[in-house]
């Protein structure tokens, strides 16, 4: 348990801060790329204004020394851009490639030609940055390269990506190391706890059969009395808490170190229904089965046989006179599936599944007495299936019959 709960709480820890580096990288890259795409547009569509040329005033400065229309004095020394002017019938009128060196008049009419099929006004075409605009002849097609912004973007992108990364890593290791450190005082906590209850229970049991021997010899003496028998079913009924408490604490002190061997599960859970079948016909109850032969099991035989004891106790105990329970066991793909199902007094509400393996949870409580039990067979129960590499869950059909199913990894 410890160990799943120093696992939880890396991952937990890890997938918080991959999720706040996972914003801070997106959207650092987000607000550079639209910086990228909002400088382009801006010299673009000056572009189109003037057919595809900068303003002669761009270069200079109005009064109070700000730039015309917000653009820098050398951006028309920096930009490499060039534009064409289509006919209706899509034919290249004008070609104007003064003002760049790396494409020639066949590539940007290629280019143009390209675009033209294109439904959006404004985008992009391999690294340059396109704008379309009407004019009288035609339309024209301004291109603005845009190469070392977006190749200044993609390195921008990999160096903050990989930074994130490195600092991720680095953080992992941090956490693993100290995470022991952080989870030691619940694992003392737990651990003494654990201790405890198997200390404790093993000191109970010696006054527990001293009262139960003395309430013996005191009935050979003055005969049956209700006080002694009162005496003895409650001593009884303590004494099957504490071997139930040692039982759990055992299996969780042990929890994974069970002796594990293939075993046929089959035979094995044929043999612990058995005994459920007489029972259930003296409570005026059926029990039917319905397991699959043949299937085997990497696990601990006894433990097995427990689980389905305590499955089939359980269901016999809270299913009404006359109910029918059943038992089942199927293989399922890779998996083994087991599965007992009991009707119910009364309805089961959701809420309450996810507490029907807590200690001494009861969702009837008002039904204790008739029951007599503890409320922690289902507990045993779930610390076998973990035991086993299983999960165990329990599920309810319109509040009135109650199933528990449990799920082990087929051999």
């Given at each position: 348990m410890i160990r799943k709960l120093r696992t939880q709480f890396i991952v937990l820890a890890m997938f918080s801060l991959l999720l706040l580096l996972a914003v801070i990288v997106a959207g650092m890259n987000l607000l550079n790329y639209r910086a990228v795409v909002a400088d382009a547009d801006e010299v673009l569509s000056l572009l189109s204004q003037n057919r595809g040329e900068f303003p002669a005033d761009v270069g200079g400065r109005?009064?109070?020394?700000?730039?015309?229309?917000?653009?820098s004095p050398e951006a028309p020394y920096e930009s490499r851009y060039f534009s064409v002017l289509l006919g209706a019938d899509g034919t290249a009128l004008r070609v104007d490639t003064s003002r760049i060196a790396a494409v020639d008049s066949e590539q940007a009419a290629d280019y143009a030609a390209a675009v033209a099929q294109k439904a959006a006004d404004r985008g992009f075409f391999e690294q340059f940055r396109y704008i379309r605009s009407d004019e009288p002849l035609g339309v024209r097609i301004t291109f603005l390269d845009c190469g070392r912004k977006l190749e200044a973007f993609r390195q921008f992108l990999l160096i903050s990506v990989g930074m994130a990364a490195a600092g991720f890593l680095v953080v992992f290791f941090v956490i693993v190391f100290?995470?022991?450190k952080f989870i030691r005082p619940i694992a003392e906590s737990y651990e003494k706890q654990k201790h405890f209850i198997t200390d404790a229970g093993h000191e109970i049991k010696t006054p527990l059969t001293i009262i139960s021997a003395n309430a013996d010899l005191l009935e050979m003496d003055i005969g049956e009395n209700e006080s002694l028998t009162e005496i003895k079913r409650q001593a009884k009924r303590l004494t099957g808490l504490t071997n139930d408490l040692v039982s759990l604490a055992r299996m969780e002190e042990s929890e994974r170190a069970l002796p594990m061997i293939e075993f046929p599960v089959s035979e094995v859970v044929q043999e612990a229904a058995a005994p459920f079948a007489a029972l259930a016909l003296a409570q005026n109850k059926q029990l039917a089965c319905n397991i699959q032969p043949l299937l085997t099991l990497k696990g601990n035989?006894?433990?097995?046989?427990q689980l389905v004891s305590l499955?089939?106790?359980?269901?016999l105990k809270y299913a009404p006179e006359g109910a029918a329970v059943s038992l089942e066991l199927i293989r399922q793909g890779k998996h083994l599936t087991l599965s007992?199902?009991?009707?119910?007094?009364?309805?089961?509400?959701?809420?309450?599944?996810?507490?029907?393996f807590d200690r001494f949870y009861r969702a009837d409580p008002s039904r204790n007495s008739q029951t007599g039990g503890h409320g922690i067979g289902l507990s045993i129960a779930k610390a076998i299936t973990t035991a086993h590499n299983?999960?165990?869950a329990a599920q309810t059909k319109d509040?009135?019959?109650f199933q528990i199913t449990?799920?082990?990894p087929a051999s």
């Open positions: 109005l009064p109070g020394g700000r730039p015309p229309h917000g653009l100290f995470s022991g035989e006894q433990a097995i046989g499955l089939l106790d359980n269901a007992v199902c009991n009707p119910t007094f009364g309805e089961i509400r959701p809420e309450q599944l996810s507490h029907v299983g999960k165990i509040g009135r019959s449990a799920t082990f």
